[in-house]
């Protein structure tokens, strides 16, 4: 009995060591993500290794007030998701009308 104890344990411990060291040599897989604003100018490219949701790394983007609307940016299409690929975010703003075109 005590003989495959130490048997079940030896192929136990043997089995995690096999893996850890199988882990251990696996290289990380990085991504690309490109973040467009809303005219598709690129605001950054950023990698992110698979597995993480990528964050846009600058100041919170921007659209300039136009004749008609103003701009407030609301966040990205598609939202941000965990990294399985490479992947491309655009910036979506929502237009608010001028108050002095009311």
Do not use: H
């Amino acid at each position: 009995m005590k003989k495959r104890i130490w048997v079940f344990l030896f192929c136990a411990v043997l089995a995690l060591l096999v893996v850890g060291i199988a882990m251990a040599e696996t290289d990380p897989v990085n991504y690309t993500i490109t973040w467009l604003d809303y005219d598709e100018t690129v605001l950054a490219v950023t990698e992110v290794t698979e597995g993480e949701i990528p964050v846009y790394p600058g100041e919170t983007p921007t659209r300039e007030t136009d004749a008609d609307y103003i701009y407030t940016f609301y966040g990205w299409d598609p939202e941000p998701v965990v990294a399985t690929a490479n992947a491309t975010y655009m910036a979506n703003y929502s237009a608010q009308p001028r108050p002095d075109k009311c």
